[in-house]
């Protein structure tokens, strides 16, 4: 429908973003936009780290008045108006209208000139008057909430969060609201049946599910958020990865524990939020993108000529064999360049790695659970003192220059991506321990999602390197007179063994 999709994203301090980063907002914009038939055409990536920066405008009639300039914000306005976008997708409306005159803004655009404006967590939807109606009233409940955080109202808040008080929103999901008998909110009590879902979805994700499939089932099943929207992957994410279902309450970065009960354990949502955030995952059964992970062993066959990930393609060899391939031309650097069939090379990689499943020494260690708690805590604090050097150096702050600042920034973030990468072989350690029996796992092995199978295969191999096509050896056999057609099976398959003996190194994780 709309040719000139505009997407809207921000990057900001809020504690949100550490989970939504820039990347994923934009990619969930971009499933609505697909899911809707829309053409995007640009990316709109605001920077605005401190949100509540004020700066003296003038107004036309030459009073000055002090308020928030978001420069990025105000081209798209202008943008949408010409016409040069005849559509917008911003990923929430916390994202795109901080205060009432941003969204009065975004109202008067979809009404005068007919632009279509949507979020892609479903809560600004700007053509129907209720629509219109519903993001009003949560723009001027988040904009008081923001001003309300003057001092005195943020130590109150930091106090309440500390006893661990429930904090006077919608119960997150899987909870409901416990009251007093003038209906006062008094602490959340868990919600039976979505308390199950919950635990059903963590259950599926840490043996390697992903959350595509629950989205869909959940769907299927007619299931609802609190909202009573359909469920798409972000809101499911979110309600998976809040604090509150550990029993915690999370306050400026830090986390508190609350006086409602967990629905999972601490152990469970650290491996998940470690999981949910590898950016390797798409390829590797943790995957939520269409098209991605689609088939088993991708996001792990490389190139040997130039190391990089081999896609799925149909090469004419004649037949149209289907194959993994080097995107990479001889031209563009790759020495390789190369292609090789996907079945035998699955079954040869599968048998390899549930023969490596058998042996006892790989079983997952237990003694980590301590270990991961270290780390993620450590993680977390990095976070935070990532997001405090931030707010400083914008707010002129920072005590020292850009480059000291970049260098401070370097330091934090090489530790946190390290800390998290051992995060993540701990974690997917958690799937191998779903495994109750390797006998049971290959006969079933071809029932198993792909996605399942994927995250098995990625628990044990960290690559497999595709080299090129052996020297001097047969592309084709060719049937001999002298064999039976069984013979010819047997050398074919020897020969091809022997190929992918030649050519196929994998390299396990240790
Ligand atoms: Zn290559």
């Not at 980063?21 to 709109?44: I, K, P, S």
């Not at 109202?107 to 519903?134: C, P, V, W």
Request: contains cysteine; aromatic residues 6%; charged residues 30%.
């Amino acid at each position: 429908m709309n040719e000139r999709t505009a997407i809207y994203v921000r990057i900001s301090s809020d504690r949100d973003d550490r989970m939504v980063g820039v990347e994923r907002q934009e990619q969930d914009c971009r499933e609505l936009a697909a899911d809707l038939g829309w053409t995007v055409t640009h990316v709109y990536v605001d920077n605005d780290t401190s949100a509540w920066r004020k700066t003296t405008v003038e107004l036309p009639d030459g009073s000055k008045v002090r308020r928030n300039v978001r420069p990025v914000f105000e081209q798209m306005l202008t943008a949408l108006r010409r016409g040069e976008h005849d559509g917008l997708i911003a990923y929430d409306l916390d994202r795109v209208a901080r205060e009432p005159r941003d969204l009065e803004n975004l109202i008067e655009i979809a009404e005068q000139f007919g632009r279509a404006i949507k979020s892609s967590t479903g809560n600004m939807q700007l053509d129907t008057d209720h629509g219109i109606y519903s993001a009003r009233g949560e723009v001027a409940h988040a904009n008081k909430s923001s001003r309300d955080t003057s001092r005195r109202v943020k130590r109150a808040a930091k106090q309440r969060a500390q006893e661990g008080k429930y904090h006077g929103a919608g119960a997150a999901f899987g909870y409901e609201l416990v009251k007093d008998e003038d209906g006062k909110v008094l602490t959340l009590r868990e919600h039976p049946e979505h308390a199950a879902m919950l635990r059903d979805a963590y259950a599926h994700l840490l043996s390697g599910g992903s959350l595509n499939s629950i989205v869909k089932r959940w769907n299927e099943e007619g299931r609802k958020t609190n909202r009573g929207n359909a469920w798409r992957s972000s809101p499911l994410k979110r309600a998976l990865m809040t604090p509150t279902i550990i029993a915690m309450r999370e306050y400026d970065g830090q986390l508190y524990p609350a006086d409602w009960p967990a629905l999972v354990s601490k152990d469970d949502w650290d491996k998940l939020r470690t999981l949910l955030s590898d950016p390797a995952r798409t390829g590797k059964g943790f995957g939520e993108g269409p098209g991605k992970g689609k088939y088993v062993l991708s996001g792990l066959v490389r190139c040997g000529g130039c190391g990089r990930s081999m896609v799925a393609s149909v090469y004419s060899g004649g037949r149209g064999t289907r194959g993994w391939v080097c995107a990479m031309s001889r031209t563009k650097g790759c020495t390789n360049s190369s292609r090789i069939a996907r079945e035998p090379l699955e079954t040869w990689v599968v048998e390899g790695a549930l023969a490596r499943l058998d042996t006892p020494a790989l079983e997952p260690d237990e003694q980590v659970s301590d270990e991961h708690v270290a780390l993620r805590a450590t993680i977390d604090k990095d976070h935070h003192a990532l997001r405090r050097l931030e707010d400083d150096y914008y707010d002129g702050l920072f005590d020292g220059d850009k480059t000291g600042y970049v260098r401070q920034r370097e330091r934090i973030t090489s530790r946190i991506a390290s800390n998290e990468a051992q995060l993540l072989d701990a974690a997917r350690s958690s799937v191998l321990a779903g495994i109750e029996s390797v006998e049971q796992l290959r006969a079933n092995w071809e029932d198993e999602t792909v996605a399942r199978r994927n995250a098995i295969l990625g628990a044990v191999i960290d690559r497999i390197v595709i080299g090129p096509y052996p020297e001097g050896m047969p592309y084709t056999l060719h049937h001999r007179k002298s064999e039976t057609a069984e013979e010819f099976a047997d050398r074919k398959r020897a020969h091809q063994l022997a190929v992918l003996e030649a050519r196929v190194t994998i390299l396990w994780r240790a």
